[in-house]
T-cell receptor, first 112, second 113 residues
Framework: KQEVTQIPAALSVPEGENLVLNCSFT??????LQWFRQDPGKGLTSLLL?????REQTSGRLNASLDKSSGRSTLYIAASQPGDSATYLC???????????FGDGTTLTVKP | DTAVSQTPKYLVTQMGNDKSIKCEQN?????MYWYKQDSKKFLKIMFS???????INETVPNRFSPKSPDKAHLNLHINSLELGDSAVYFC????????????FGQGTRLTVV
């Protein structure tokens, strides 16, 4: 059974800092890993999708890496802004039946 | 132009009632999902349909019954609502169930009183 863990559960940083969010998973038989952002009371917004054959994906100030063999992914946010404050979720899509397993999320607060 | 839309956005109802949540996607995807996010913000899959056929059915009470009239719609019907059913329910879709990106709706916040 796939288990996904995100560390830390919460993170508070001053504006402008670079930061890293971590996601680990127990079963490396995955199709892909997807990072989402969820604002309070809102839905999920897809940030980056990394296929199992890829090592990283970049979008603007975001960079996500994937090390499938060690069961880890990181989301790097450069030059953080208050608008980045949200909960960040990683989801791993397993090769069995294609369902996605989510981590508990990391709640990020960027202070002005 | 919303890709995955759910209705209603908010639903408050009494215990014992039967309610439905509707989901529609205009992305042309063939796979749709229902996820439940509990009070601790943990997201867990409930059902998945591919081309109107059920392919994933997690351990969910049989009071929950998904219905897919066509590839673009996946509705969730809940019978005899209980307090513990209070949560945010998310619909999602993807093209295939493998290596493609999943798109989520805005969620339906269900409160059972």
């Amino acid at each position: 059974k796939q288990e996904v863990t995100q560390i830390p559960a919460a993170l508070s940083v001053p504006e402008g800092e670079n930061l890293v969010l971590n996601c680990s998973f127990t079963d490396s038989a995955i199709y892909n890993l997807q990072w989402f952002r969820q604002d309070p009371g809102k839905g999920l917004t897809s940030l980056l999708l990394i296929q199992s054959s890829q090592r990283e994906q970049t979008s603007g100030r975001l960079n996500a890496s994937l090390d499938k063999s060690s069961g880890r992914s990181t989301l790097y946010i450069a030059a953080s802004q208050p608008g980045d404050s949200a909960t960040y979720l990683c989801a791993v899509r397993n090769t069995n039946a294609g369902k996605s397993t989510f981590g508990d999320g990391t709640t990020l607060t960027v202070k002005p | 132009d919303t890709a995955v839309s759910q209705t209603p956005k908010y639903l408050v109802t009494q215990m014992g009632n039967d309610k439905s949540i509707k989901c529609e996607q205009n992305l042309g995807h063939d796979t749709m999902y229902w996820y439940k996010q509990d009070s601790k913000k943990f997201l867990k899959i409930m059902f998945s349909y591919n081309n109107k056929e059920l392919i994933i059915n997690e351990t969910v009470p049989n009071r929950f019954s998904p219905k897919s009239p066509d590839k673009a719609h996946l509705n969730l019907h809940i019978n005899s609502l209980e307090l513990g059913d209070s949560a945010v329910y998310f619909c999602a879709s993807s093209q295939g169930s493998r290596n493609t990106e999943a798109f989520f709706g805005q969620g339906t916040r269900l409160t059972v009183v």
